[in-house]
């Protein structure tokens, strides 16, 4: 399956912005999704998954209740609307695909097999 993310930008510190990222290629609803963040220097950080069927969700401790991860298989796209933004949340995010006849944890980038190349996010303070 490949993945192409988009809807970064620049935002000022307590700003919205809605992540989308298109899957093509194989059944999307193969696939539990997921968003991950690098900043600068750090490695790369779970921050949202959601199950094939959008029925469950998980968050990084430090997103709940700003981010939430939805996502349309008909539209064959998974979206991350992200409010209240701070600084650290700057970082290039990168949705993931994780196929479903895998088990494995959601929070690990290593069960996830393909990657979308990345959508800048920058909050200014």
């Known amino acids: 399956v490949q993945l192409q993310a988009s809807g970064g930008g620049l935002v000022q510190a307590g700003g919205s912005l809605r992540l989308s990222c298109a899957a093509s290629?194989?059944?999307?609803?193969?696939?539990?999704m997921g968003w991950f963040r690098q900043a600068p220097g750090n490695d790369r950080k779970f921050v949202a998954a959601?199950?094939?069927?959008?029925?469950?969700?998980y968050y990084v401790d430090s997103v709940k209740g700003r981010f939430t991860i939805s996502r349309d298989n008909a539209a064959n796209t998974v979206y991350l609307q992200m409010n209240s933004l701070n600084p650290k949340d700057t970082a290039v995010y990168y949705c993931?695909?994780?196929?479903?006849?895998?088990?494995?944890?959601?929070?690990?980038?290593?069960?996830?097999?393909?990657w979308g190349q990345g959508t800048q996010v920058t909050v200014s303070s």
């Open positions: 290629g194989r059944t999307f609803s193969s696939y539990h």
């Open positions: 993931a695909a994780k196929p479903r006849v895998y088990s494995g944890s959601y929070y690990s980038a290593t069960n996830y097999n393909y």
């Open positions: 959601i199950d094939w069927s959008g029925g469950s969700t």
